[in-house]
């Protein structure tokens, strides 16, 4: 990630070590070494009195507009619900003590239907949880238009790194969304519950029939089927190694719209945007090539 060599992120790192420290100590806890895959926070399993747990500490980022009390907010609220459990917390140390979780759908490998079924149990919890007393949503604030800015942003600054068409295409959609945005509709969404970022129960309890519970929720306010975008945003290689890209998209959208008992338009569209979107934001970061992969089978995507 860009931002882990601005100053801010140096000092961070620099002030690690004494904050586990701290924290092993007034948590009383002993902790392991650090779990590797995560960019934008350490994550490392702890023995504590109880018995075995994982702590969190939030990297300082610019790159997460929900911010991480907003992260932890939501998590407290939910309780167990579709979410990892917190166990502790300390906002002005971005700390988390959290359930220790098994392996994540993601590294699993699990056969892509089965990954929609399973998020979409899994979503059905996690989208039980009311909005705090605070939360609201404008059209300003909706997904579907500071989406709408950060592709039109990006595009200019990065010299149109993909097609205009596929541009438009996106544009055109978050139009329609911020045309359907209704307060009324809008739920606590977890904002990126792909595949990694829900994980295994150790053991079967409440809030986690499907045998899965996410962790690193956003917890904004949008209608459902944003969630459900998110997903549909991934599976650019196999999509791409389809013999019929569009039709296989439309499978898993159909699929997506049966199991959550949503509609199709919506899913489709935020998928979507999420998908030149982020191809546009790897592109920004430093990711050129994986940025592609979004715009190519964006491209397959248009004849809908």
Request: proline share 5%; net charge negative.
């Amino acid at each position: 990630m860009a931002e882990q060599s601005s100053p801010q992120t140096r000092q961070w790192l620099k002030d690690l070590p004494g904050l586990l420290a701290e924290l092993e100590q007034e948590w009383e806890l002993s902790i392991g070494q650090p779990l590797s895959g995560g960019s934008s926070a350490y994550v490392a399993p702890v023995q504590t009195a109880s018995g075995n747990a994982v702590i969190k500490i939030a990297m300082p980022s610019r790159h997460r507009p929900y911010g991480f009390q907003q992260e932890i907010d939501t998590l407290l609220r939910a309780d167990g619900h579709g979410y990892v459990r917190v166990f502790k917390f300390d906002y002005e140390r971005h700390a988390l003590l959290l359930e220790q979780l098994g392996l994540s759908m993601q590294e699993r490998k699990l056969e892509s239907k089965q990954v929609i079924q399973l998020l979409c149990k899994t979503l059905q919890q996690a989208w039980l949880l009311p909005p705090s007393a605070d939360q609201t949503m404008n059209a300003l604030e909706y997904k579907a238009q500071t989406l709408a800015q950060l592709i039109s942003e990006l595009w200019d600054k990065l010299e149109r790194p993909c097609s205009q068409t596929i541009v438009s295409g996106a544009l055109e959609f978050a139009r329609r969304r911020l045309d359907a945005f209704d307060p009324q509709l809008c739920i606590v969404v977890h904002g990126d519950p792909h595949s990694a970022n829900a994980l295994l129960v150790r053991a079967p309890r409440a809030g986690a029939e499907s045998g899965y519970v996410f962790v690193d929720p956003e917890g904004f306010l949008c209608e459902p089927a944003y969630d459900l975008g998110v997903v549909m945003r991934d599976w650019n290689e196999e999509l791409l190694a389809a013999a019929d890209p569009l039709a296989l998209a439309h499978e898993y959208c159909q699929l997506l719209a049966r199991e959550s008992g949503l509609d199709e338009a919506p899913i489709w569209e935020w998928g979507f945007i999420e998908r030149v979107a982020s191809g546009l934001y790897l592109c920004a970061y430093g990711s050129s090539e994986h940025g592609q992969l979004f715009f190519k089978t964006a491209q397959h995507l248009l004849d809908t």
